[in-house]
């Protein structure tokens, strides 16, 4: 079974940094595509990023050259670099694994970003 559980959430001002990270419980690792994903209350879970087993990444146009997927391998850890925050982004961000056809989540953590 595979567990992801995600850390570095919590508050900051508008124009701040944080840095997410999903840490996974699974052998072989880095064989498998992940992603993170967002959801404000209210609104329906939407793609923020993804990154292959290769390294390739994609991301929202909401996010472009504000946020940067990475992994570590070594690590287990994918994570997500957030800067230039923006009051919109306050959401539950969740991370996703994708293995052999399932896809594992996280629970969640919270970011909130302050105006």
């Known amino acids: 079974q595979v567990q992801l559980v995600e850390s570095g959430g919590g508050l900051v001002h508008s124009g701040g940094s944080l840095r997410l990270s999903c840490a996974a419980s699974?052998?072989?690792?880095?064989?498998?595509?992940m992603g993170w994903y967002r959801q404000a209350t209210g609104d329906q879970r939407e793609l923020v990023a993804t990154?292959?087993?290769?390294?390739?990444?994609n991301y929202a146009d909401f996010v472009k050259g504000r946020f940067t997927i990475s992994r570590d391998n070594a690590k287990n850890t994918m994570y997500l670099q957030m800067n230039s925050l923006e009051p919109e982004d306050t959401a539950v961000y969740y991370c996703?694994?994708?293995?052999?056809?399932?896809?594992?989540w996280g629970k969640g953590i919270l970011v909130t970003v302050s105006s």
């Open positions: 996703l694994l994708k293995r052999f056809g399932l896809d594992y």
């Open positions: 699974t052998s072989s690792f880095s064989r498998y595509n």
């Open positions: 990154i292959t087993a290769g390294g390739t990444t």
